[in-house]
């Protein structure tokens, strides 16, 4: 019984609902653990042809649940290293996936929301979606979902929006790659079926290929990089500033090393 995914058959595509409106689509460990095992049965499903990532509400994901960021404060370096792998793996899945993907960004983004969205193939936003890379307002680095972003957005404007932490609107984001397509709330679904209608046109084995050639990175390889990006936020949580920025931000604070 799906918990946080709601799962949608549409012909040969298979839809994925971040199921959590009422908290803004927000990641947890029930979420990722569902989400990642749904993935991977779609990787072994010959007859899904592609899949659409969106989520219900008005927002296609928070990033991380303010539960789970007060169990993970609380962790030992060791769980937060455990507990960062496992959301390494859901980005790594979602990212390699052998069938062509579709972020459906039905509203604003945030940290592992924006992660989601690097690792689609395709990405289509509506009008007055926000997006955001903030974790260093916490004393954090967007650590697991680096490479994703980085390859998305280039490591120019990576650079600047991992550092400052900024909100950044859909004209912004279609400027620098992390969004493909621009649209209205009421054309956000024709414009994702325009996007299948092309995907159905491909073959499968050679669009699979065709995938593998553009992310220019073996699947291994990112496995090495997951996990020693999974060891530095596992270490930065459990640092000094670390907790001073979870444990400000969980209170609705200023850390103290802000100037405002």
């Not at 994925?16 to 990641?27: E, T, Y």
Request: hydrophobic residues 45%; contains cysteine.
């Amino acid at each position: 019984m799906s918990t946080c995914i709601e799962v949608e058959r549409r012909g040969s595509s298979t839809w994925l609902w971040l199921a959590r409106p009422n908290l803004h689509n927000a990641f947890d460990d029930a979420l990722i653990a569902e989400l990642t095992d749904l993935l991977t049965e779609i990787e072994a499903d010959p007859s899904v042809r592609s899949v659409v990532l969106s989520g219900r509400g008005a927002t296609f994901s928070a990033g991380a649940d303010l539960t789970w960021m007060r169990r993970m404060a609380a962790a030992d370096e060791a769980e937060n290293r455990a507990d960062a792998e496992r959301l390494a793996a859901l980005m790594r899945t979602l990212c390699f996936l052998g069938k062509p993907t579709i972020a459906r960004v039905n509203g604003s983004a945030y940290g592992g929301g924006v992660g989601l969205i690097a690792c689609c193939d395709i990405a289509i936003a509506v009008e007055g979606a926000k997006f955001a890379l903030s974790e260093v307002k916490l004393g954090l680095v967007p650590a697991v979902i680096a490479p994703y972003v980085r390859a998305a957005i280039g490591n120019r404007m990576a650079r600047r929006y991992f550092v400052s932490g900024e909100i950044f609107d859909v004209a912004e984001a279609l400027r620098i790659g992390l969004v493909h397509i621009g649209t209205e709330v009421a054309e956000l679904d024709a414009a994702v079926e325009r996007q299948l209608h092309w995907l159905g046109k491909g073959g499968p084995i050679a669009q699979r290929e065709a995938k593998s050639l553009a992310l220019g990175i073996e699947r291994n390889e990112a496995e090495r990089i997951d996990a020693g990006n999974a060891a530095l936020i596992a270490r930065l949580r459990v640092s000094a500033e670390g907790q001073e920025g979870l444990t400000a931000f969980l209170e609705k604070r200023p850390p103290h090393w802000s100037s405002t």
